[in-house]
């Protein structure tokens, strides 16, 4: 049986919750990936997943809120508790597209002021 675009988004989601880089690799598109967030672009599946890596670090946990469903496209919002210099709560919108069983395009929408204040001086990503 084929897993439908929720699955697939979903069980990333427990791949990146159990910092199995190798499991989000593995459903994430080889050709065409895209991602955007406040903070970062990447158009590459294995670049994403190195800096995944090394950006994971700073999250505790993660609670999803609601999920929204529209074919082939997932939309999830979270609240992300993360440490950075102190605990913080980040409010986040992540918006998956699913194409032939692999995560094509991730899309995270959230406040990124936390960030900024890490990496002072860095230019904010494109759309910013």
């Not at 670049?47 to 505790?60: E, G, K, L, N, T």
């Amino acid at each position: 049986m084929t897993p439908d675009p929720l699955s697939i988004v979903d069980a990333y989601l427990a791949a990146q919750s159990a910092r199995d880089f190798e499991a989000m690799r593995d459903l994430l598109a080889d050709q065409g990936f895209s991602y955007r967030s406040p903070i970062a672009v990447f158009d590459r599946a294995d670049d994403f997943i190195q800096y995944a890596a090394v950006s994971s670090s700073i999250i505790i946990d993660r609670e999803i809120r609601k999920v929204f469903v529209d074919g082939n496209d997932i939309c999830h919002f979270m609240t992300y508790r993360i440490q950075i210099s102190e605990k913080l709560a980040v409010e986040a919108a992540q918006w998956s597209h699913v194409q032939e069983e692999r995560i094509q395009r991730i899309e995270a929408v959230f406040d990124a002021s936390a960030y900024r204040e890490l990496f002072p001086g860095e230019e904010p990503a494109p759309g910013d």
